[in-house]
């Protein structure tokens, strides 16, 4: 069990960088394009770190070409790092001696050219390369890698080592002291976007409950790690989490989850090659198997598992493996050689001393006997089992009695924090009062500043301008004749005027109409509404008022010019949850139901904004016909392999043929006495569409509603590794800026507090800087565009508060 749980440890401590192919393919663009001999080789080193755990193969083509470019450049580092990953895949291939004797050449090596930070991995790895074998050489590895991680000072290694310290706690069942440890490493992965170091954690804490009986945090922790590890893209660590998935769901006496856990933990040993690791999988997989007495197919799995045990002789596995033979036979009624591997099994449980086994094969024995009619020999070992039951039920006692033991100090750890945490925000509170009064009056010196200004400024003005009126009738008479000229451009423009008044009076009675509705909502809210209801009413009302005016505005610039759009990957369903989601309380007041068909999330390659638009012209026409206790949907299906169909549905009352023919002109509206639309937002919808490269149609009959349906282009390229891990890590508010965000975004703090939210076009480009900015979260660049487009200014506080209180700290 420990060289398992270190040969664990061995790997992810070893896969600090990874890589999604397309990430692996910018880096042989880097081994094909760069000139300078260092950055080949460390591209180089990234591609082999990354194909030892998931393609062998391509692992040793690497290994063959960075040989060759080391012979010619004899770069140090990048020798020393080979010899490392040489090391590396030799231990996921059981090669423990010949791992070690490759750690110590590249230590070696280091020492020689005086490297610390390279002898810090050197020497973790050794540590846990001897941690099952030879405890005091594991220790002087440990504090030797300890050492060398201070002198360098690596922060990212130091913890890395201290997580090595909690894990050897563990293995050692001191849980209070891991447990005590434990948050403050897994605070400060999580701030660092460390996923390989909070895979550790939550694999340890699995641990943790599943050594303490608690199968159930076990499994949910359990499960949450293998998100991780899928994340990460480490066979060896989807194989880790999955066996011991597959042994939670045994334990639980769920033994078909067990068997799909087992399945995919032995798939993912073939792929490592460890015999070791192949060997432990199999034994697993038997053991459900024989319990679920499927025999024919239990058979082949325990065959291969014993052959391996036998050929590296792998001790550790043999006592579960020959008690589940001895069932085996038991169910085949082959009593002789089930008898055979009873003894066998006890006997190596007797040798490795573990108890739980003994336990087991008693009680087998017990069976055997029974059904052999031994009963003399049944009572014999019925004593065995007693008496070896006992002692395993003492040690489950003494274990509980630990637990009650960490859950005592636990608490009294949880009561600790709380307190200092509240002592925290009453600081934090008195600062920001203090900040807030320091802000007021520096506000009010500084209009008194700019008052003083103008008075002196309009001063200099009135005396300029006794000397400027003289100049000015001069100016005039030349003006006159000026004036004659313009009159005679004037004329030939008049029938371009008429054009133009025709235009205004058509704008001007679409813009009555479509106003005279929100403004009467507004000014006419019911009193007995709650306040709640008038806000949401209020922003969903603002929000349909803005939409036309963006629509009149875009309508008009771009049927003549073409639409350009910013096309970027984000999930079509997700969009329209947000949507929806900010006129819940609206859709709830008239009982309108909404619902999604789709079996699952699609990503499409779109413009963001416009797609934004274009759902909330579609759902504000399907609210406004679709019944009291009506339904609107949307539907999400892929039509062919680049584009997807995405449908808005109402059942209100529906159009006719005729209606439909008009919808899309300008001001085209239907011909019932109730519009289906403002005549210009579903004219941008077209637009919008249109500037995709898809297609916008609507099917609809009286009584029947209204289906609208258009086309995007679908995402081919997966979500980059910094959306990814903020998808993981945006537990609460995937919105929520990171510290070095907040920094990027310093210079435009005193913008955005100034700001007003009515200048569209302002935050418009504020928006775009802010997109090209690297590494900016884009969850809330699009909320910050929802919030100016819905003119939601609490929302919009709380968007730019980190950002602006950075500021307020380094005035101060």
């Known amino acids: 069990m420990k060289l398992k749980f270190y040969t664990f440890l061995f790997v992810i401590l070893l896969h600090e960088c990874v890589f999604s192919q397309r990430e692996a393919d910018s880096l042989r663009h880097v081994i094909a394009t760069a000139k300078h001999d260092t950055t080949v080789m460390s591209a180089y080193t990234e591609l082999i770190q990354f194909y030892i755990f998931s393609n062998p193969d391509s692992a040793d083509f690497y290994f063959a070409k960075a040989e060759k470019h080391l ?60 941690k099952s074998t030879s405890p005091d050489s594991a220790k002087l590895f440990f504090n030797r890698s300890k050492r060398f991680a201070h002198q360098a000072m690596d922060s990212i290694w130091i913890y890395r080592i201290e997580i090595l310290e909690i894990e050897a706690l563990v293995v050692a069942s001191k849980f209070d002291s891991a447990l005590l440890l434990l948050p403050a490493s897994e605070r400060f992965v999580k701030k660092h976007n460390k996923a390989d170091l909070y895979f550790r954690v939550l694999y340890n804490y699995a641990l943790i409950y599943f050594r303490m009986g608690m199968l159930d945090k076990a499994l ?5 790690a293998e998100k991780i590890a899928e ?142 009619g031994d009963y003399k020999a049944a009572f014999a070992h019925k004593d065995s089992f007693l008496t070896y039951d006992k002692i395993l039920k003492n040690n489950e006692l003494q274990q509980k009695l630990e637990e009650l033991e960490i859950k005592y100090k636990s608490a009294e750890k949880e009561q600790e924090n709380s307190l200092l945490k ?59 004749e000026e004036i004659m000229q313009q009159s005679e451009r004037l004329t030939k423009s008049l029938t371009e005027v008429k054009t133009l008044t025709q235009y205004r009076e058509d704008l001007t009675q679409m813009l009555v109409h479509d106003l005279k509705n929100p403004l009467n909502v507004l000014l006419n809210l019911p009193e007995k509404m709650s306040e709640l209801e008038k806000d949401e009413i209020r922003l969903y009302t603002s929000a349909n008022m803005l939409n036309l005016v963006l629509n009149i505005l875009d309508v008009s610039k771009y049927e003549t010019a073409e639409l350009k759009i910013s096309p970027k990957i984000f999930g079509i369903i997700a969009t329209w949850n947000a949507l929806t989601k900010h006129f819940a309380l609206l859709l709830k007041q008239k009982n309108i139901r909404i619902s999604v068909h789709s079996e699952s999330e699609i990503n499409v390659f779109a413009d963001k904004a416009l797609t934004y638009r274009i759902l909330l012209n579609l759902l504000s026409n399907a609210y406004k016909y679709a019944p009291a206790g009506g339904e609107i949907s949307l539907s999400a299906e892929l039509i062919d392999a680049n584009l997807v169909k995405i449908t808005v549905s109402d059942n ?51 009584g029947k509603g209204t289906h609208v349906s258009f086309t995007l282009p679908i995402s081919e390229k997966p979500l980059t590794e910094h959306e990814t891990i903020q998808a993981v890590e945006a537990g609460n508010d995937g919105a929520k800026l990171s510290e070095t965000e907040i920094l990027k975004l310093k210079p435009y703090a005193e913008i955005l507090r100034s700001a007003d939210l009515s200048q569209t076009s302002m935050f418009r480009k504020l928006i775009a800087k ?29 968007l730019i508060t980190d950002i602006i209180q950075i500021k307020t700290d380094e005035n101060l």
Request: net charge neutral.
């Open 71 to 130: 012979a010619k450049t004899k770069n140090i580092e990048g020798e020393i790092d080979l010899l490392i990953l040489k090391g590396n895949k030799l231990w996921t291939q059981g090669d423990l001696p010949g791992t070690r004797k490759l750690y110590f050449q590249a230590d070696a090596l280091a020492e020689k050219h005086n490297l610390t930070k390279k002898r810090t991995p050197i020497n973790s790895n050794l540590y846990l390369s001897y």
């Open 220 to 224: 949910f922790t359990y499960l949450e």
């Open 231 to 372: 994340q990460l893209g480490v066979i060896h660590n989807k194989e880790t989490v999955t066996s011991n998935i597959s042994i939670v769901y045994a334990q639980k006496g769920d033994l078909k989850n067990a068997e799909i856990y087992n399945r995919k933990a032995l798939d993912y040993a073939r792929q490592l090659k460890n015999p070791m690791r192949i060997a432990v999988c199999l034994a697993n997989f038997f053991e459900v198997l024989v319990e679920q007495k499927k025999t024919d197919e239990a058979e082949p799995l325990g065959k291969e598992a014993a052959e391996l045990v036998e050929l590296y002789d792998i001790k550790h596995i043999r006592p579960s493996l020959e008690v589940n033979y001895a069932k085996f036979y038991v169910l085949k009624k082959n009593y002789a050689l089930s008898e055979k591997h009873l003894k066998a099994g006890i006997e190596a449980a007797h040798e490795q001393d573990l108890t739980e086994w003994l336990v087991h094969g008693y009680k087998v024995y017990i069976v055997l006997d029974t059904l052999k």
């Open 422 to 480: 509240f002592q925290k925000i009453e600081t934090e509170l008195s600062l920001r009062n203090i900040n807030i009064a320091l802000w007021s009056i520096a506000a009010i010196a500084f209009l008194l500043i700019i008052l003083i200004v103008i008075v002196l400024k309009n001063r200099r003005k009135m005396q300029r301008a006794y000397s400027e009126i003289s100049e000015r009738n001069f100016e005039i008479s030349e003006q006159r």
């Open 652 to 702: 209100g009352e529906g159009m006719t043929e005729e209606d439909i023919q008009k919808i899309f002109q300008k001001y085209g509206q239907a011909g019932s006495s109730q519009t289906y639309s403002t005549g210009l937002g579903l004219l941008f919808c077209k637009i919008a569409v249109t500037a995709h490269g898809g297609t916008i149609t609507i099917q609809s009959e009286k």
């Open 770 to 798: 802010f997109e090209e900015i690297e590494h900016i979260n884009a969850a809330w660049t699009d909320e910050l565009r929802n919030v100016v487009f819905t003119q939601n200014y609490a929302r919009y506080q709380e």
